[in-house]
């Protein structure tokens, strides 16, 4: 080692150091030669530094195999912190701790009106982290992050609720900077959108995969962007506002002044809307997508209408950031192929070619579960930067 640049050679190391760490922290386990081929780092410089930081008793390594071959699989230790995730969504909170071993250990989710008020959200939210963790055997001291999701865009610099936020009962509340007051833990906040997107990268439909798109559709339409296996979400925290892509400009009036934005035709509020004339009783998405699956004729229809509206909005997302996997999540997804082929047959009439051709159009494999995982792993992508692990 060089003795004239000492600062220069452990800034390295510890960049290194940092790189593979991020690597499994994100994976959950990893090979050596994974880590090596993911990272760009050469197989002896990997052996260093998992040997290193398993002397410390940061990782494990197990021995596995790969490809037919014996490997060695290395992971973080369970032992190394807690994180946990916390989501608002429009009906429910759900509240999920895990460690960095990619294991949840306790994970609950109770009814909640969120557009009533903040503070009931977020009195229930401080109960729920306190009962979670006693259920997993672990003091509030072990918790290295909180990841908060909430439904709505997330002003970067501030940490308000975008004007676009659906949410009347928050308005002037820091969601992130509340919570983190209240349970005395640092608290990394994101939109719903972005957060299934992390959740189905790390442990769901995305894994492996470094760009995908994931499109919720639920009252409001919002894609979480994976750009080079990072969430993309632009200075200003709006990227992936896919709802407001103007479909048609002589269209109904939409909730940001736009005119015919693709959440006029597929938001649930428009498709219920379609169907209440002549479907008596109190309908929800969750209805329709039943309804449709058992037959009935009308439900199917605007599920496939809004299948075709959506690959149009996919298409565009397509042409601009040829992404190798979208990712439906959301009440809708759960129409399965009712939904999917018209989505995959708009982005083959609108998509160029080329961009179309490396595209699979999958549902969801976590279901309501995305987000709150996706706040487990938002601590995790978070952690390196803020000084921790
Ligand atoms: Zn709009």
Redesign the pocket.
Known sequence: MSTDTPGSQSSLHRANLERVLRAVRMAGSLTQAEIARGTGLSAATVSNIVRELKESGTVVVADTSSGGRRARSVSLSGDAGIVVGVDFGHTHLRVAVGNLAHRVLAEESEPLDVDVSAQQGFDLAERMVARLLEQAGFQADKVIGVGLGVPGPIDVETGALGSTAILPGWTGVTPGQELARRLGMPVHVDNDANLGALGELVWGAGRGLGDLAYIKVASGVGAGLVINGQIYRGPGGTAGEI??IVLDEAGPV???G?RG?L?TFVGSRYLLNLLNANHPGELTLGKVVQLAQQGDLGCRRVIADAGRQIGMGVATLCNLLNPRRVILGGDLAEAGELVLSPIRDSVARYAIPSAARQLSVVPGTLGGRAEVLGALALVMSEMGETGGL
Do not use: K, P
């Open positions: 709802g407001h939409c909730r940001c736009n934005c959440e």
